[in-house]
């Protein structure tokens, strides 16, 4: 059973930060990264402000961009596609990442993308894993985004920051071996943050716009 929870939110600068938070409690931003024709995701988890927080584990944005990449030796960067996403295992070759990302966030490419990424595009990130195929469960030898220590980035691609589709998915605990039910997911519209591109002004995220965020958990 998934239950779903539709949240809208209004940026409204820094005054109105709190409140962003508090209804938008994961978010992708984008930045355009200084002196390089790259572009910049930040990934933030805001979720201990609701009643079931979760960390992140991995996401996936809708895009024109290429090459994903980034600059965590714990984090894989994948480009995907409608076939790659539930053919390809996330880690490739890797026996302790076999899974696809269909498997892993428990969603097909149209539930999680039903509008259609812009040029069936999307540039996929996730942490390290091991998979306990006995048990039927996730753990993690490294830290994932808490929301505790909310704010990450570091993750690039080539392009324009025009991404508008975003998913984010981890477990409600990721201390502990949990299985894939256990995971939740946030999905709803990336943000473009004007320059200059730094981490802490990412967080800022001065100006306006509207966002729909759709929360679920499989069980």
Known sequence: ????????????????????????????????????DLTEYSVLNQSQMTATPFDISAFAVATTGTAPSNSDPNW???????????????????????????QYTGMTWNQAFPTGPVSGKVNGYFLSYLWNSGAMTVSFPDPPVYPSNPAKGG?????????????VVGPTDASMAQPLSDFQTFEGQSMVVPEPSSLALSVIALGCGAMVVRRSRRS
């Open 1 to 36: 059973m998934r239950t779903r929870l539709l949240v809208a939110a209004a940026f409204v600068g820094l005054s109105g930060l709190s409140n962003v938070f508090a209804a938008d409690p994961a978010l992708i931003q984008e930045s355009l990264t200084a002196g390089s």
């Open 155 to 167: 993750f690039f691609f080539q392009g324009m920051p025009m991404s508008d589709m975003f998913l």
């Open 76 to 102: 894989t960067a994948q480009a995907l596609n409608s076939a790659s996403w539930s053919s390809m295992p996330m880690g490739g070759t890797n026996p302790n990442e076999p899974l696809t990302w269909q």
